[in-house]
C-alpha cells in the first residue's frame, strides 16, 4: 500500500511564497511521475505541475514563472514551490504519483490534499 503524506500549506498573502512537498511511502518499485492538482470550490481539478522521474516538467500556462516542481527520485519525494500567489491560486492542492508498486503494477496514487488559500 502506497501513502502519500503532503504538507506546505496554508494562509499567505498575494505575492508570497509557500513550498508543499509530498512524500511516498510504501512499496514502490519505479516512479513514473509525481506532481500536484488543484480545485478550487466549484470546479474541476486541474493540474498544476508534474515531473518524471528524469525531471522533465510540465506546468499550467497560469503558473508559469511563478511555480516550480522538482524531485528527489531516492527519497520519493516532489516539492512545489510556489512564488507570486495569487488568490486565484486558492484551492485544495493534491499531490499525484504515478507509480510501479508490483510486478507488471502501475497505480495512480493520490494525497489527502492541502488547503492553500491566497487573502489578504
Known amino acids: 500500500q502506497v501513502q502519500l503524506v503532503e504538507s506546505g500549506g496554508g494562509l499567505v498573502q498575494p505575492g508570497g511564497s509557500l513550498r508543499l512537498s509530498c512524500a511516498a511511502s510504501?512499496?514502490?518499485?519505479?516512479?513514473?511521475?509525481m506532481g500536484w492538482f488543484r480545485q478550487a470550490p466549484g470546479k474541476q481539478r486541474e493540474l498544476v505541475a508534474s515531473?518524471?522521474?528524469?525531471?522533465?516538467?510540465d506546468l499550467a500556462d497560469s503558473v508559469k514563472g511563478r511555480f516550480t516542481i522538482s524531485i528527489d527520485n531516492a527519497k520519493k519525494k516532489v516539492d512545489l514551490q510556489m512564488n507570486s500567489l495569487k488568490p486565484e491560486d486558492t484551492a485544495v492542492y493534491y499531490c499525484?504519483?504515478?507509480?510501479?508498486?508490483?510486478?507488471?503494477?502501475?497505480?495512480?496514487?493520490w494525497g489527502q490534499g492541502t488547503q492553500v488559500t491566497v487573502s489578504s
Open positions: 515531473i518524471d522521474s528524469r525531471g522533465s516538467t
Open positions: 510504501g512499496t514502490i518499485f519505479l516512479i513514473y511521475s
Open positions: 499525484n504519483a504515478d507509480l510501479q508498486t508490483g510486478w507488471g503494477r502501475r497505480d495512480d496514487n
